[in-house]
């Protein structure tokens, strides 16, 4: 395929635009163990005339996303330096935000959407306990009126807008274009026929995020957990790799480990989607968000995410069409694809995509709800792990806690 042009943002400097000081990383743990070893994924390979090179990569790339379904991926268009900017954009709208702004943009859950500002007092419209999270995620409505977005983020929209269009059209259309050639399909099949279109994230949604230390009483509730395990519902998730450790990925040992820092890269895990129309080949990623090594716990972690969803009203199924799965069938090892199977074969109606998601975000709960998490209530212990386990339209899902 044609060589991939590199990320050439709007200048950072045009008439109108604040100064905006430089996001400085925070230092990275020095604690070395039960960090994850994933596979990195060189994405400029894929614009290789040697088809050696090419193949090698699809091969890597199936590997990586049955064995963990989560990558690193390097070498994808934007630089260190590209990458900082959009940190620094990020640290400057939490430093700049107005309580007004705050107020009126406040996010509404019970929607089935992310949609405008998180408050720091739980995934609910009205305050928790604090959990020391704030976002802001940018949907549809986001891009489509400005004035659903941050007054102080008014000047940076051109970078931002930019960076989220090139990470779907450029970055996520090649990962696509690789997952494509492993279910033996054409280049465009999974772009063209499943991933969402029409704004800078399509159906998705890119966030803000940051994490502040948690109070002790927060902590205790929670037992350390910042976000509860769990598998994004879409197609996949480009996460930007931070010095602070606080992402964990749940390994084939069945433990949680934290995932390393790469300078630069992107951190891809795998959706429910995929898992779905890969007919179980493609694993959707277990993760959570933990607190971090002890040398890291007064520190804060800035968190720059884009999800890419599939077409709303999509009734997921796996692609009949795809050699691999002709082949090799289904694999109905884990997860909401195995669910999703059950329900297939007994003829019963599996959700859209939409009210798939839409029913996760509507129904989420908040780590310090200490009645909701306790066997007996969500919990259940399944051969000795303590997992969550929740049902939406029929479909019983099972995580490690």
Same mark, same amino acid.
């Given at each position: ?15 109108? &635009? ?26 400029? &390979? ?13 091969? %890597? ?23 900082? !900017? ?11 935000? =107005? ?21 720091? $007092? ?24 400005? =004035?659903?977005?941050? +007054? ?10 930019? @960076?989220?269009?090139?990470?779907? &059209? ?32 399509? %159906?998705?949604? @890119?966030?803000?995020?940051? @994490?502040?230390?948690?109070? &002790? ?34 390994? !084939?040992?069945?433990?949680?480990? $934290? ?14 989607? *995929?898992?779905?129309? =890969?007919?179980?080949? @493609?694993?959707? +990623?277990?993760? !959570? ?9 007064? %520190?804060?972690?800035?968190? *720059? ?10 009734? *997921?199924?796996?692609?009949? =069409? ?5 082949? %090799? ?60 386990? !929740? ?7 099972? *995580?490690?806690?």
């Amino acid at each position: 395929m044609a060589p991939s042009a590199p990320f050439n943002p709007p200048a950072a400097d045009l008439p109108g &635009k604040p100064f905006v000081p430089a996001w400085v990383p925070p230092p990275v743990t020095k604690e070395t163990h039960n960090f994850a070893q994933l596979k990195s994924i060189d994405l400029s &390979k894929l614009d290789s005339d040697d088809p050696a090179v090419v193949a090698e990569l699809i091969a %890597e790339v199936k590997s990586a996303i049955r064995d963990d379904g989560f990558i690193f991926l390097e070498n994808y268009g934007v630089s260190y330096e590209q990458l900082n !900017r959009q940190f620094s954009i990020a640290q400057y709208m939490y430093n700049n935000i =107005s309580e007004a702004d705050k107020e009126r943009l406040l996010f509404d859950p019970d929607t089935g959407r992310w949609s405008g500002y998180k408050h720091p $007092y739980g995934f609910k419209r009205f305050k928790g306990m604090p959990d020391g999270i704030e976002q802001f995620n940018w949907y549809p409505r986001e891009w489509n009126d400005h =004035s659903f977005i941050p +007054t102080c983020l008014h000047p940076f929209m051109d970078e931002i807008e930019a @960076f989220c269009n090139y990470l779907t &059209k450029s970055v996520n259309r090649r990962l696509l274009t690789l997952f494509s050639r492993v279910l033996e399909l054409p280049d465009d099949f999974l772009w063209e026929n499943v991933q969402s279109h029409g704004t800078p994230t399509g %159906e998705g949604y @890119f966030r803000h995020a940051l @994490f502040k230390p948690v109070e &002790k009483r927060s902590a205790d509730a929670s037992k350390g957990l910042r976000m509860h395990g769990h598998t994004d519902f879409g197609l996949t998730t480009q996460l930007f790799s931070v010095p602070i450790s606080c992402l964990q990925i749940w390994g !084939r040992d069945e433990a949680w480990h $934290y995932v390393p820092y790469v300078p630069g890269a992107l951190v891809i895990n795998i959706g429910e989607t *995929l898992e779905i129309v =890969s007919g179980g080949h @493609f694993k959707a +990623t277990r993760h !959570r968000v933990y607190q971090p090594p002890a040398d890291q716990l007064h %520190e804060e972690r800035l968190s *720059l995410v884009l999800f890419n969803s599939s077409v709303g009203d999509l009734r *997921l199924k796996p692609v009949e =069409s795809s050699p691999l799965i002709q082949r %090799e069938g289904c694999i109905e090892e884990q997860g909401v694809y195995k669910e999703y199977a059950r329900l297939m074969k007994a003829g019963i109606p599996v959700p859209t995509a939409q009210q798939w998601r839409e029913e996760l975000i509507s129904k989420a709960t908040d780590p310090t709800d200490t009645e909701r998490n306790r066997v007996g209530a969500d919990q259940v212990i399944v051969k000795g792990k303590l997992m969550q386990k !929740r049902h939406y339209f029929g479909v019983e899902v099972l *995580l490690p806690v």
